[in-house]
């Protein structure tokens, strides 16, 4: 795999940004999570005037060969067949990001499909859906670093367009499957306190998954963070992993999603722990697990709203509080400015 440069912000500017919030017009801490925010943003940018531009969020695609063992309450197909409806702006994610004024990319990772051309559409496909992982990995090598190499090329391409912020989305049956067990392997605990209703499984579904993630589990003797990903990610994951990397990389806020995006997240912070700095986890999803990766990362989310649809609808919903955290650093009065007496 290529190697990253990300180095942890310099934190010889902490006390000036801490300083300039604590002066504002408003008791010490009052405005909560967003006064941490404002500080981490700060230290991402190294400036005591944070600015967001051109928010982006990309979505990945991609077809999972574990699919076909019933894991998901829908058939693969259901895979393209939302690709094409977020290219005709139809779904949720393209709601919210219009709403917020986000910029939207689409990236075919490794989709069953032949799409036709669409300027809306990446065409990065690394291959027709990955390998089930019950009887082999679902990438080799060589394709896992592509995925990896790819991600990276696009968040470099969108960084170079003067974005700063950035969150990522996915679309794939059969992914929470796949997140399930990379993060049963990453976090090390059993795979039934990992695996949810995904697409809304009924019970019986429920435990032919249970049975089938047991089986994947028990095949691939793995613990290396890429071996992991290797062996039961999808080329969506891997490619939002190379692409996570390389926004923390290009010193960018990272907003991160649910569920898979933060199985995704627990490989690309195992293998460069400073990503972290970097990161704001936008909602705790409804998906049982997540709120267990997130105390595993140490992570508190912005967001608790009961969702669980994936796509990036997450960062999308969070970027406004955001916003919020970085306007009312650089807009609101200090106690200097507006003449107000301070606390005794």
Known sequence: MRSFDITRPDKQILYEIQHKIDRKTKPVGALGM??????????????????????????????????????????????????????????????????????????????????????????????????????????????????????????????????????????????????????????????????????????????????????????????DPLDVLRAFGGFEMAM???????????KMVVMVDGFIATAVFLVAQALYPAIMDFAVFCHQSDEQGHATMLRYLGAKPLLKLGMRLGEGTGCAVAYPIIRSAVAFMNEMASFDDAGVSDKQ
């Not at 075919?108 to 990995?137: M, Q, W, Y």
């Open 34 to 223: 967003l006064e941490q925010l404002a500080l981490q943003i700060g230290l991402i940018q190294q400036t005591t005037s944070p600015l967001l531009s051109k928010p982006a969020i990309a979505v990945f695609a991609g077809d999972h060969g574990l699919a076909n063992e019933g894991v998901s309450a829908y058939p693969q197909e259901v895979t393209w067949q939302m690709v094409m409806n977020f290219l005709g702006n139809g779904a949720a994610i393209n709601v919210f990001c219009e709403q917020n004024n986000i910029d939207l990319m689409i990236v075919d990772a490794g989709v069953n499909h032949d799409f036709p051309e669409h300027p809306g559409l990446i065409d990065a496909k690394i291959r027709k859906s990955t390998r089930n992982c019950l009887r082999e990995p679902a990438m080799t090598v060589e394709e896992c670093d592509r995925a990896i190499g790819k991600g990276a090329q696009i968040c470099t391409q969108i960084h170079d367009k003067g974005t700063n912020i950035i969150g990522f989305g996915e679309m794939g049956i059969g992914n929470t499957s796949a997140a399930s067990l990379i993060m049963s392997k990453i976090c090390r605990i059993p795979i039934d306190d990992c695996v949810g209703r995904g697409t809304g499984v009924d019970d019986d579904q429920l435990k032919r998954k249970l049975a089938v993630l047991r089986k994947a589990v028990a095949a691939h003797a793995v613990c």
């Open 240 to 250: 939002m992993c190379g692409a996570m990397l390389k926004a923390a990389e290009r």
